[in-house]
């Protein structure tokens, strides 16, 4: 679970990196969006380390949040301004 939400900080630097590189218009209010989902995955981390979920309850959450909702709803937006060559 560590190493997850440890992944998950890196793969949102990288993109917030990649956001101001091609000027995406929405980066800053992106990377809150980021800091919410660790803030909750750490948050649910902890409840997991208390013994107060399951863990299959976490990653089913951290997986529905971040893969699902936040993928689909939110990472596509930025999308159109990838140039083809930074893509």
Known sequence: LHDLV??????FKDEEM???RIGYPDAE????????LLGAARDLM???ETS???LG??????????VM????DDDIKFHPYIPRQVA
């Not at 309850?57 to 971040?66: A, C, H, K, N, S």
């Not at 909702?69 to 689909?72: E, F, G, Q, V």
């Open 69 to 72: 909702r936040h993928m689909l």
């Open 6 to 11: 440890t992944d998950l900080t890196i793969h």
């Open 57 to 66: 309850d976490v990653l089913g959450i951290i997986t529905r949040e971040v």
């Open 29 to 36: 209010e992106h990377a809150l969006t980021h800091a919410a």
């Open 18 to 20: 990649l956001q101001r």
């Open 46 to 48: 902890a409840r997991y």
């Open 52 to 54: 107060e979920l399951p």
